[in-house]
């Protein structure tokens, strides 16, 4: 069964064919007694005769709850609790027929969802297991959904996590842009990337789903810390043992350079500005850029005939165009003209530094 098929069972309540009761329990007679009984009620059963079998056993990956014996041979039921607790979320219902109040107490106190004296009440341990089962169903899915936020969290970039709590902490873009010290319409890029990529629907979702991973102290934090790294080290490998890739970004729009050069710069790549055309070809960008990246619409030379030129003096290099005006002409259009890829603003950041990954050779 696939995770979407086993979040929808559980978000439904739907009883699984694969729900599994556990008995572990050195008295044969209570065994056969309790396992006939629960197959009587549609329950599957699988039994152990002490506790460091149950142990050994690798469980299945499903709904399950464990009816322990509290006093056996070897392995006490206290003890085989103490060692599957910080395994499983399994719900525990100890049977005894010596209990004692100690006993009973700490067994509570470590989670067990019930304790019951031999002989066994059948409708009371019928009842106790639907309980557990309801249990185990509220904990599995509770991990399901938090395992598929924090797959979500991990797509956003090291930036992004950074942009994150500062925005569900109630801070306008512009104060956000301050503390970050970028742009404030870098952050609206980033704020868009952030809903798209934690599939939240509106502000209100994201606030709910941020409070869920906890940034300051899960292991969220955690996440961003290793991404923050990992992105230094993607950074050094580009200036270390291998030829610089400088990107060339050529646009009269002060904002989107700005936020595009930040974008670059958090990937590890050398990043120079130009403001037209003209600037790019009279400093010298044309000899020292590994990829250009250039808007459509500017000063007297257009992107399109910078692309034209480069096209005719350095084919190789690899130009990327860009643009804010709807009623430009499509991808394929620009295509065929030559270029390596092409954007509508606000550039999608992850789909243009994939391409960067494979068009930059040099």
């Known amino acids: 069964m696939t995770r979407t098929a086993i979040s929808s069972s559980l978000r439904e309540g739907n009883a699984s064919s694969n729900e599994m009761v556990y008995i572990v329990d050195d008295d044969a007679s209570v065994v056969d007694a309790l396992s006939s009984l629960l197959r009587a009620n549609g329950r599957q059963v699988q039994i152990f005769n002490s506790g460091q079998d149950f142990l050994d056993f690798n469980l299945q990956d499903s709904c399950a709850c464990l009816i322990l014996d509290l006093r056996m041979p070897g392995l006490n039921g206290l003890q085989v609790q103490e060692s599957i607790a910080a395994q499983t979320t399994i719900p525990v219902i100890f049977i005894t027929g010596r209990g004692d109040v100690p006993s009973a107490v700490t067994a509570m106190k470590g989670g067990a969802m019930d304790f019951l004296t031999k002989p066994i009440d059948e409708s009371a341990l019928l009842a106790s297991i639907d309980k557990a089962f309801e249990q185990n169903r509220r904990l599995r899915l509770a991990a399901l959904e938090q395992e598929s936020l924090l797959a979500r969290y991990r797509l956003l970039t090291p930036r992004e996590q950074q942009v994150l709590p500062l925005l569900v902490r109630g801070l306008l873009n512009r104060q956000a842009a301050v503390e970050l010290g970028i742009t404030e319409y870098t952050v609206q890029i980033h704020r868009g990337h952030i809903m798209r990529k934690m599939e939240a629907d509106s502000f209100a979702t994201l606030v709910r789903l941020a409070g869920k991973l906890n940034l300051e102290s899960s292991e969220a934090s955690q996440v961003a810390r290793n991404n923050f790294l990992m992105d230094r080290t993607r950074g050094a490998e580009v200036s270390v043992g ?31 500005g130009y403001g037209s055309a003209e600037e790019f070809l009279e400093s010298g960008g044309l ?49 065929e003209k030559g270029a390596a890829g092409f954007f509508r603003k606000p550039v999608d950041g992850d789909a243009l530094i994939d391409l960067l990954k494979k068009v930059c050779k040099r």
């Open 242 to 272: 291998m030829p610089a890739r400088t990107i060339a970004v050529i646009d009269d729009d002060g904002r989107v350079l700005e936020s595009l050069i930040n974008l670059l710069a958090s990937f590890g790549y050398k990043a120079e």
């Open 287 to 335: 000899q020292k850029s590994s990829c250009v990246i250039t808007d459509v619409e500017m000063g007297q030379m257009s992107g399109l005939g910078l692309l034209q030129h480069i096209n005719g003096v350095a084919s190789s290099l690899p130009v990327v165009i860009i643009t804010g005006k709807p009623s430009q002409k499509s991808e394929s259009y620009y295509l």
